[in-house]
């Protein structure tokens, strides 16, 4: 069992043609900051080289075999991300160029058709500024309330009062995953007493969908937003899914061509969806090659994606807590089950920066700063963390190489 895992395993890293690369001090690449973007696999390149050199056209508008070519595999593409979250309906999932559009489409869209004075947004202590942000900005248009649900040093959300902090909400925005810390959201409470409070519920899935099996009925939300460089997938592309009779309702985003039925010089009527919603040329080569990271990933199995994580997660926090003598604290959930492959901490007084370039230096790529959640570091009194994240592809030498990395930074400065 543990071999089969473990030759799987390698398969895997071989598909990945970037970490069989060396840094320029000759050192293996150890790359920990998926989180941020993850790599491409072989699949996914293929599919775009593939695309253009075969398939390339304009799509839904040429009668020519080519362009019907194209438009053929960016609706199959579209098809395979429903499939991916379950979506009942093709037609519910929106191409967006990444997480941060998806949210504010619904932002610009949703929220100023149905917000007004008195009525609040909900959302949590823990979000990224593309789920915060979009928020402020609706509030300020439309006169709403926005309120935050507390969350702990672990970045557990405190639901004791959230009957309380639900009265007269009408939208409730949250991270599946924080990206910071780790923590998962208990949406299936969170989603249950929203929907009995009136309100619809947007989950920011932009950490979950990569790297677990996320079921958009079963998890009954209104509105899900995931990028494609997250999970395999190029830049430039991203999905907003969205319950159709929500989606029906609401008036476009953007408009212009694509987006329309028929036009006249006064008036104009709408396409339907999903195409309502996507207006000028999309990004066809970049939908396509998602299409492929799906595949991908389906075949490896997103159990298997969730397991292997929680194996490397585990194995991380140990190795971490050894360390914790020397000055090194680790934030978030204290159990890998508990959490995602996302683990952020400090070094003694090491400012982070400091401490991913001596990283660095051994080939080991994190991230440091306020990973775009600057408020939620002020709340923690942090000044930056440095976080490392974990994707199929990561090995336990992976982690040992952070280990060893983290030995040459405590020496650097002398922490030893
Ligand atoms: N929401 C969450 C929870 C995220 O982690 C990110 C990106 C976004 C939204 C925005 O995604 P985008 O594709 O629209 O940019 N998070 C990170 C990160 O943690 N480090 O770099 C980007």
Redesign the pocket.
């Known amino acids: 069992m543990i071999e089969a895992t473990d030759r799987k395993q390698e398969a895997i890293v071989a598909d990945f043609p970037i970490l069989a690369k060396l840094t320029s001090r000759g050192k293996r690449l150890v790359y920990l900051d998926s989180?941020?973007?993850s790599q491409k696999p072989r699949a996914v390149i293929q599919a775009l080289v593939d695309y253009y050199e075969n398939d390339n056209a304009n799509i839904h508008r040429g009668v020519y075999e080519l362009a019907a070519r194209a438009t053929d595999a960016f609706e199959s593409a579209r098809a395979k991300v429903a499939r991916f979250v379950n979506a009942a309906d093709t037609a519910e999932i929106i191409w967006t160029r990444?997480?941060?559009?998806a949210i504010n489409l619904v932002s610009f869209s949703w929220g100023l058709a149905n917000l007004g004075p008195g009525d609040a947004i909900l959302t949590t202590q823990l979000e990224?500024h593309?789920?915060l942000v979009p928020w402020q900005l609706l509030a300020a248009k439309t006169g709403a309330e926005l309120r935050f649900i507390p969350a702990d040093r672990d970045g557990v959300l405190a639901l004791e009062h959230l009957d309380d902090l639900l009265a007269g909400v009408k939208l409730v925005a949250l991270?599946h995953?924080?990206?910071?810390i780790g923590s998962i959201a208990p949406l299936d409470v969170i989603v249950a007493r929203a929907h009995a409070a009136g309100a619809v519920v947007l989950v920011?899935a932009?950490?979950s969908v990569p790297h677990m099996p996320v079921d958009v009925q079963a998890l009954d939300v209104d509105f899900l937003a995931a990028?494609g460089?997250?999970m395999c997938g190029p830049t430039g592309i991203?999905f907003l899914y969205g319950k159709r009779a929500l989606l029906e309702a609401m008036p476009p985003f953007l408009t212009g061509g694509d987006m329309i039925k028929r036009v006249s010089y006064e008036t104009t009527t709408y396409n339907e969806l999903p195409w309502k919603f996507e207006a000028g040329t999309s990004n066809i080569a970049d939908a396509i090659a998602l299409g492929a990271a799906v595949d991908y990933l389906s075949d490896i199995g997103m159990d298997w994606v969730r397991a292997h994580e929680i194996r490397i997660t585990a194995y991380a926090l140990a190795q971490l807590r050894a360390f914790e003598s020397r000055g090194l604290a680790v934030y978030g959930p204290p159990r890998a089950e508990d959490r995602a492959g996302v683990i952020s901490f400090n070094l003694g007084d090491i400012h982070a920066h400091d401490l991913a370039s001596i990283l660095d230096t051994e080939g080991v790529c994190v991230?440091a700063g306020h990973?775009?959640t600057m408020p939620l570091m002020e709340k923690m009194g942090w000044p930056a963390t440095a976080r490392a994240s974990f994707y199929l592809y990561n090995t336990e030498e992976d982690v040992d190489a952070l280990i060893h990395a983290l030995e040459k930074a405590a020496q650097v400065f002398r922490l030893t």
């Open positions: 989180a941020a973007s990444n997480t941060t559009e990224h593309s789920n991270a995953i924080s990206n910071t920011d932009a950490q990028s460089h997250k991203g991230r990973h775009c």
